[in-house]
């Protein structure tokens, strides 16, 4: 355990920081399966919708410096090919 108060300090807002971003990526790979299930039941209006809140998240990770931008790009172009492979 750190004896310095201000390092005391940082371990506090380190532990939330990573609570918080834990629960950002949670929420991504939650909307991503929401969408690859849709996919796979054929059902291309409730993917589209999907995807929209998808995009959304991983977007905002982004910009929270949750995750790098080539991560999200990545998982994007991932689920634009399902959806889009939907007839």
Do not use: F
Not at 26 to 42: D, Q, W
Request: hydrophobic share 40%; net charge positive; with cysteine.
């Amino acid at each position: 355990m750190a004896n310095i108060k201000s390092q005391i300090k940082r371990i506090g807002t380190n532990e939330k920081a990573r609570k918080r971003n834990a629960s950002a990526k949670s929420a991504i790979r939650t909307a991503c399966k929401k969408v690859r299930l849709a996919v796979e039941a054929g059902n291309k209006d409730e993917a589209v919708l999907l995807l929209k809140k998808a995009y959304s998240l991983i977007d905002k990770s982004v910009s929270d410096g949750i995750q790098h931008k080539n991560t999200a790009a990545r998982q994007k172009a991932e689920l634009a090919k399902l959806v889009n492979g939907l007839k």
